[in-house]
């Protein structure tokens, strides 16, 4: 079936420093989709990208789609401590309205 | 979101017994699905359900069981729990296909 492998699996930055995490799927996938989960909580829709080669920012946060449309990145400039998280990529399986979830990248951020 | 609501948020219980998990939604939306979140493991869909009387099979659902009572529930029951079913668990919502899922707060089970 579908894989979504998410790399790195942890990260701990010092606050200022630039984060990266890396999605690769073994499949072709229509559109990716980000997400946050805080500390405790639950994860939260980011942004969805549909194009071959898409870059889109908000803010600190520059997400990428390739052109092959199997791999993603989410790279934060300059992390603050409210970037602690796990970050989740997920792309449809199937019918469009099941994704599979990557592994997650967990981000720690200390001043 | 507020609008998705999981019962119960926390839970001990131990081996054998039957546990049901609830979720409610005020969104409107159609789809929904259970997950199970393990360290390292991401997120796996358990079951999902397009409407009150379709339920399909996610990637682990051996040894669980949902019900659609209507579009705002959807319930997850494990018939007979097992320790190696201890873990976080999500109820998340969708307007259609390709939309963002909308995750409830989670059900902390453990099972002794």
């Known amino acids: 079936g579908q894989q979504v492998m998410q790399i790195p699996q942890y990260q701990h930055v010092q606050e200022g420093e630039d984060f990266t995490t890396y999605c690769n799927s073994s499949?072709?996938?229509?559109?990716i989709q980000w997400y946050k989960q805080r500390p405790g909580g639950h994860p939260v829709f980011l942004i969805q990208?549909?194009?071959?080669?898409e870059v889109k920012k908000q803010k600190r946060l520059t997400f990428q789609f390739g052109e092959a449309k199997k791999n993603s990145s989410l790279h934060i400039t300059a992390t603050q401590t409210t970037d602690v998280g796990t970050y989740f990529c997920?792309?449809?399986?199937?019918?469009?309205?099941?994704?599979?979830f990557g592994t997650g990248t967990r981000l720690q951020v200390t001043l | 979101d507020a609008d998705v609501t999981q019962t119960p948020r926390n839970r001990i219980t131990k081996t054998g017994k039957r546990i049901m998990l609830e979720c409610s939604q005020t969104?409107?939306?159609?789809?929904m699905y259970w997950y199970r979140q393990d360290p390292g493991l991401g997120l796996r869909l358990i079951y999902y359900?397009?409407?009150?009387?379709?339920?399909n099979k996610g990637e682990i659902s051996d040894g669980y069981s949902v019900s659609r009572q209507a579009q705002a529930k959807f319930s997850l029951s494990l018939e007979s729990a097992i320790p190696n079913q201890t873990a976080l668990y999500f109820c998340?919502?969708?307007?259609?296909?390709?939309?963002?899922?909308?995750f409830g707060d989670g059900t902390r089970l453990s099972i002794l």
């Open positions: 997920a792309g449809p399986t199937g019918t469009a309205s099941k994704l599979t």
């Open positions: 499949t072709t996938l229509s559109n």
């Open positions: 990208l549909v194009k071959s080669g």
């Open positions: 969104k409107g939306h159609d789809r």
């Open positions: 359900s397009f409407d009150v009387k379709d339920i």
């Open positions: 998340a919502t969708a307007d259609r296909g390709n939309q963002p899922q909308h």
